[in-house]
């Protein structure tokens, strides 16, 4: 047993797109860090989605 084994299994159970918290208006590309221009389209309107898990304050 080791633990990369582990990490490399949620890694790859979970699909990076689902969970990016930036997603691009124009073509819905989604990225997880913040970008200025879409590279997909070239768009400007990258917004960050809503977060799955965060509790408000
Ligand atoms: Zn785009």
Do not use: D
């Amino acid at each position: 047993m080791n633990i990369m084994t582990a990490l490399k299994e949620e890694f790859t159970n979970t699909a990076p797109t689902e969970r990016s918290p930036y997603e691009c208006g124009s073509c819905e590309m989604r990225f997880e860090l913040q970008r200025h221009v879409c590279p997909q389209c070239g768009s400007y309107s990258i917004e960050r989605t809503e977060w799955p898990c965060l509790p408000e304050r």
